[in-house]
């Protein structure tokens, strides 16, 4: 057995896509710092998000189960009250959880006023935090509108700007994510002509270093055990970035859009209503695309900087030796591909997370610098996180399993043989559009490493892709017939995951197993006829003298 | 709209079959008090509770949700802490949920120590309690044997019978369980072949009238509204009752059993593993039949004798004219047929229940005395109860739906079509026996009016049985090829089922219908390449004099 791990720093970017990293083969974007994580890790090449969306993504990662099991289906929805989280499982075997930025978390106010959970008692804070202990919390989306924020609590970053002498309410709007035009005015990254411009704030001021900062300032002070959960804001929109990392990147190094006239030729209804939203249609315009990317990809060489001070620092700490370091986004960015923009469905470019994770110990040397495709979900960081810090997965709770075996030259035989992503589209315009009910604007997605197989509630047609012959998922098999066998088994285990065992959280299979056939030791005796069949021992409480007769 | 109940009774027998009721077509047992209520409400003829089994089917009963969906899956799982109930429901719309009787509740002690709830607390109580305020808590198996009480609470029905003169510290055990053999002494209950003698206790002692004299003490001094659940511990075994209800029947009421010798050749193996238990084995016999059967119609006299008490008081008070009655029970017997005893499994005799309502109001005066063979699941009465008070169901919580349209005569269209009930064997020596892993353990029914399927995990091939041309379920064509297409059939509904959206429970259908698309006014910019594309109003907060420069 390895020794238990005693720091976790678990990072998270947002919306980073899987395949802007130059690990994972960018033909333009150079990102060393997390290359060199990668070479001293495990990368895992099929790791998918449970949801392609900030909230449900989340929710799945730090309860470690699906979108269906824990039902915060999207941004917003409160993770109801009773949902275990990471937190819960890694403080039973005495390791804190701790977040430095986003969690995309909606307490369920109305959960905790029913069972008199205060928000400001510490029980109450960790439910509202999904599990976290609170280092630094900034969701990162301080969005302003004419019916307010978008997020209504107290933002630390924006407290930041202020004491540093940035200027207004709102400098995370007004600075961190606009630029200046030619007459002085602000020109809002909301806006995606403005995103070649920098962005009005001092580099080191920025979102990226100022959370990286935080991180330090956290491991500086901790006490082991712990997990840190650094959770970023960036590579997310709005999409402008700071000098230098404005410039850096041009036209000419944004790659061309994986696409084709064929998918907008009668598609998949579902499919064609995100591609005629606001932002499929803004994505497929050549100039929102050489605007827009080049910024994305400034911010994430911005990213790639950070992790190379904050692991930097981890080095002259002697914190390497000891640190396990994962780090992973909640979902990727279509950037234009498939006429899509931003992520919600289920081409890689959306659902598919990169995914590296160091461990430090010497269990893991034989696979570092490696790469494994098993089909890896989310969820199973959690189960990860609790067994590199030496506790037993309780998998009648978390549905994900540990990685670790991976990192550890122990591949297990029954490794999953497809994994599965949810969206839940009933919030948004298209479900609208197309007319669907809340409950059934639903999502499944089904893959292994040949077909990818998408089931939608509401009465559609399925959509399917191979991913062998058509890796750009170009072609939907979803109505081909000859296909029907393919679609049968996907079927079949889509069908199969919908009836798991998700919710029979308060019993384990251990305590089960021990519990068989122990009621008849407690008097329960049953098809019993006569005393004579049964263990003296355990009729002995029923026998002896009747005393009073009462029955006349 | 009809006028809002404010007073519902909700009469709940145990292992009560459906058809051991003279309204129910019983040959010989007359239950003319049950009928009576029949006469003045809607009987339900195809009435399925959600598992056949105590604590499963209950949880389901008490929260309106599947038991795939709460996971309280067997006797003496906790019903996790979150999970809401009738009582939280009732409460919002400002009507108490009291107990009188049995729950079969295990409280989630690990979630309430984990968010801090006393179990002394209102709140605490209440969530130990699955909702309920206790006015008396009964669960009514005070079994006793090596390893101590099956139940370790204390039970007011012993302290009421010791307080009567009854000997001993468990005379539930040896008196109202007991009866006396030739030398004077126990012959207890649990030992089938004393069933046909009286229990050694006074009539109006034993265990259905007490709980019949504290339901009348609520009614008399409660305040309504209020729902009071009266949920009697029998006719459930121990098999044995007082005199004169011992005597009233003898095997010449027996029916015959139904079962076929070709149940026992080749047998599905689950049904197999069912049949070769000690209970099985016993209900095989006739002499276990003819000791058996009588004692528990006798049981089912006085419970019927009880209700003429219960509804004759609630008449001389008034109280018929604005009490809502429903009477139902928790899962029915096999008493020997298909070579079965006690629940579990999916026959008729099993998964189906008793199931009356009676509403006072006039908008149920056309359907009185009437039948209704809707499919009808026992998780419809706690929409039921919300829906006579007044409230909405909220329906992306509560999964069953409220019943009163068809006693007011305004059949719902799009009632469903099949109904479901699950049953989790992980924790009987079945499963060790059949080598399933407790995850595996698990059987869910599809059934429609001509169809009942049953699927299995764990590698089994399903069971189907067509209730038109077999009433009796005696020919499973599970394995017929010829019944492929009907499989499929169920296979799909059951993979539909799996699927439902039931733990999306923070957020209604109308709150995300209000919800859609109101981002932008809240300042999130999606697909927006020029502030021209946008209404004036919402971009208002992202314009501006840049004020200081930081961008050089």
Redesign the interface.
Same mark, same amino acid.
């Given at each position: 057995m390895p020794q238990p791990i005693r720091r976790i720093l678990f990072i998270m970017f947002d919306q980073l896509r899987w395949d802007y990293l130059s690990c994972a083969g960018h033909p333009h974007l150079q990102t060393p710092h997390i290359d060199a994580l990668a070479a001293r890790g495990v990368r895992f090449t099929r790791a998918y998000c449970q949801s392609p969306v900030c909230g449900a993504s989340r929710m799945s990662t730090y309860t470690g189960r699906y979108v269906?099991?824990?039902?915060?289906?999207?941004n917003? $929805?409160?993770?109801?009250?009773?949902?275990?989280t990471l937190g819960?499982h890694l403080r039973r075997i005495g390791m804190d959880s701790w977040l430095v930025g986003k969690t995309h978390m909606r307490a369920?106010a109305?959960?905790m006023a029913?069972?008199?959970?205060a928000p400001d008692?510490v /029980?109450g804070a960790r439910?509202a935090e999904c599990g976290f202990d609170i280092f630094t919390r900034d969701d990162g989306?301080w969005?302003?509108?004419?019916?307010?924020? $978008?997020d209504s609590r107290r933002s630390p970053y924006n407290e930041y700007l202020k004491a540093q002498? $940035?200027?207004?309410e709102?400098p995370w709007?007004?600075?961190a994510n606009?630029?200046?035009?030619e007459d002085?005015?602000?020109?809002?990254g909301?806006?995606?002509?403005h995103a070649d411009?920098?962005?009005? /704030?001092?580099e080191e001021?920025s979102e990226t270093p100022w959370l990286t900062a935080r991180a330090m300032d956290f491991i500086e002070q901790a006490q082991a055990p712990w997990l840190c959960h650094l959770s970023y804001i960036k590579p997310h929109?709005p999409y402008i970035v700071?000098?230098p990392y404005h410039a850096m990147y041009g036209p000419e190094h944004v790659p061309p859009a994986v696409r084709d006239a064929r998918e907008r030729q009668n598609p998949h209804p579902i499919f064609g209503a995100f591609q005629a939203?606001?932002?499929?249609?803004?994505?497929s %315009?050549d100039?929102?695309r050489e605007?827009v990317i080049p910024a994305y990809m400034g911010l994430i060489k911005q990213c790639d900087d950070q992790m190379g001070r904050l692991i930097g620092r981890l080095e002259e700490t002697g914190r390497m030796g000891d640190t396990m370091i994962v780090l992973t986004s909640d979902h990727g960015d279509y950037l234009g591909d498939h006429w899509l923009?931003?992520k919600d469905l289920f081409h890689e470019p959306s659902v598919k997370v990169p995914l590296i994770v160091y461990d430090p110990r010497p269990e893991a040397d034989a696979t570092r610098g490696g790469t494994c495709d098993a089909l890896v979900e989310q969820i199973d960081l959690a189960a990860s996180f609790i067994d590199a810090a030496g506790g037993a997965v309780p998998d009648?709770i978390v549905e994900g399993r540990s990685l670790l075996p991976f990192l550890h030259g122990e591949v297990p035989e029954d490794w999953r043989d497809f994994a599965v992503s949810e969206y839940?589209y009933?919030?948004?315009?298209m479900?609208?559009k197309l007319g669907v009910?809340?409950?059934d604007a639903?999502l499944?997605m089904v893959a292994d490493k040949r077909w990818k197989f998408i089931?939608a509630?509401g009465g559609f047609r399925p959509m399917l892709f191979d991913m062998e012959s058509d890796p750009q998922e170009l072609h939907d098999l979803g109505d081909s017939a000859e296909h029907g066998e393919v679609i049968a088994m996907m079927?079949e285990r889509?069908?199969r995951?919908?009836?798991r065992?998700?919710?029979?959280?308060?019993?384990s299979?251990a305590e089960?197993?021990a519990? %068989?056939?122990?009621?008849?030791?407690?008097?329960?005796?049953?098809?019993?006829?006569?005393?004579g069949?049964c263990d003296p021992?355990?009729?002995?409480? $029923?026998?002896?003298?009747?005393?009073?007769?009462?029955?006349?």
């Open positions: 269906h099991s824990h039902g915060a289906a999207y917003g $929805y409160p993770l109801k009250v009773g949902e275990l819960d369920d109305e959960g029913r069972l008199g959970l008692s /029980i439910v989306l969005a302003e509108g004419p019916d307010g924020f $978008y002498g $940035y200027d207004g709102n709007a007004s600075h606009a630029g200046v035009d002085g005015q602000i020109a809002s909301w806006f995606m002509r411009r920098p962005a009005n /704030i001092r001021d929109w700071p000098a939203n606001a932002i499929g249609r803004a994505f %315009r100039e929102v605007k923009g931003e009648h839940d009933a919030t948004s315009p479900a609208a009910a809340p409950r639903r499944f089931h509630e079927q889509l069908a995951w919908g009836r065992m998700s919710q029979r959280t308060t019993r299979d089960i197993l519990g %068989r056939g122990g009621s008849d030791r407690r008097g329960i005796l049953l098809g019993v006829y006569d005393e069949e021992e355990v009729t002995a409480k $029923y026998r002896g003298t009747a005393g009073q007769r009462f029955d006349l």
